[in-house]
């Protein structure tokens, strides 16, 4: 069975910071690019960034770029993503994905794997 937990949400002040943590189970993702994802009340999942399975890579989408940043550790099949300068605007529900259906990186449907969720809110 496969398992990506998320972790690390909360509720911070606009301009804070949080960490996000991710870990798989079941099956060793270091071969595979890994994700985030949120999704705010009425809207659609949207892609947040990438990070190749050597790490040597990552992108980002525009609205979080210089603010966040990804990472992964392999050893010990997790992922994060530190989140700085906060924005209420960056208030969703972050889902981490992991696996690969081909398809581009910031497409969902490129992703076999999703984890449950962690809420971040950003109050002003």
């Known amino acids: 069975q496969v398992q990506l937990v998320e972790s690390g949400g909360g509720l911070v002040q606009a301009g804070g910071s949080l960490s996000l943590s991710c870990a798989a189970s079941g099956r060793t993702f270091s071969n595979y690019g890994m994700a985030w994802f949120r999704q705010a009340p009425g809207k659609e999942r949207e892609f947040v960034a990438f990070?190749?399975?050597?790490?040597?890579?990552?992108y980002y989408a525009d609205s979080v770029k210089g603010r966040f940043t990804i990472s992964r550790d392999n050893a010990k099949n997790t992922m994060y993503l530190q989140m700085n300068s906060l924005k209420p605007e960056d208030t969703a529900i972050y889902y981490c994905?992991?696996?690969?259906?081909?398809?581009?990186?910031?497409?969902?449907?490129?992703?076999?794997?999703w984890g449950q969720g962690t809420q971040v809110t950003v109050s002003s």
């Open positions: 990070i190749r399975w050597s790490g040597s890579s990552t």
């Open positions: 994905a992991g696996g690969t259906n081909g398809g581009r990186y910031y497409d969902t449907q490129r992703y076999g794997y």
